[in-house]
T-cell receptor, first 112, second 114 residues
Framework: RKEVEQDPGPFNVPEGATVAFNCTYS??????FFWYRQDCRKEPKLLMS???SGNEDGRFTAQLNRASQYISLLIRDSKLSDSATYLC?????????????FGKGTLLTVNP | EPEVTQTPSHQVTQMGQEVILRCVPI?????FYWYRQILGQKVEFLVS????????KSEIFDDQFSVERPDGSNFTLKIRSTKLEDSAMYFC????????????FGEGSWLTVV
């Protein structure tokens, strides 16, 4: 089983749509969870951390279910500028270990 | 906003040659990383570096690879005897290293081995 698995996509949605991304992780020792976005041939950029209580940042809402080892990202009122690949990322922390494990990503295209 | 800088942005090298990719992490950061992304694939961890030594490395990071912090600002990845399958985007990253802080990525160095 892959360490981090995401919807394969791609997703094509019209502007204003709501889109949901799903992710599962296999290592129960994972302690920190993130959504990154990556534009074509660019570096990953942190979109938001994901907390157990769920968290929201404007149009973006992230949820974590530790029991199910499941993470989600919801984008409301999508904009053209949201077009990117969304990466689910987990981190096992301990000692000097801050290694990130990435999912393969889900490509989102928002159409006018 | 402080940023991680990488050079070169793109390098083409012949198979069998040695390549050095350079990075300047954010100045007060203590942890440094190299990741790579083969075209169309996921971002993969290569190595983490703390207190002038490797703290963790992946299976990918074999004897062909080495890292060094030659001075107080640069962090380098050396790839010896490059192979076609080393063609990828190589990302340097750094973090302060406290708690669940953010890891910041550089813009990447695109390596093409021909």
């Amino acid at each position: 089983r892959k360490e981090v698995e995401q919807d394969p996509g791609p997703f094509n949605v019209p502007e204003g749509a709501t889109v949901a991304f799903n992710c599962t992780y296999s290592n129960s020792a994972s302690q920190s969870f993130f959504w990154y976005r990556q534009d074509c041939r660019k570096e990953p950029k942190l979109l938001m951390s994901v907390y157990s209580s769920g968290n929201e940042d404007g149009r973006f809402t992230a949820q974590l279910n530790r029991a199910s080892q499941y993470i989600s990202l919801l984008i409301r009122d999508s904009k053209l500028s949201d077009s990117a690949t969304y990466l689910c990322v987990v981190r096992r922390s301990g000692g000097s270990n801050y290694k990130l494990t990435f999912g393969k990503g889900t490509l989102l295209t928002v159409n006018p | 906003e402080p940023e991680v800088t990488q050079t070169p942005s793109h390098q083409v090298t012949q198979m069998g040659q040695e390549v050095i990719l350079r990075c300047v992490p954010i100045s007060n950061h203590l942890y440094f990383y190299w990741y790579r992304q083969i075209l169309g694939q996921k971002v993969e961890f290569l190595v983490s570096f703390y207190n002038n030594e490797i703290s963790e490395k992946s299976e990918i990071f074999d004897d062909q690879f080495s890292v060094e912090r030659p001075d107080g600002s640069n962090f380098t990845l050396k790839i010896r005897s490059t192979k076609l399958e080393d063609s990828a985007m190589y990302f340097c990253a750094s973090s302060e290293g406290r708690g669940s802080d953010t890891i910041y990525f550089g813009e990447g160095s695109w390596l093409t081995v021909v």
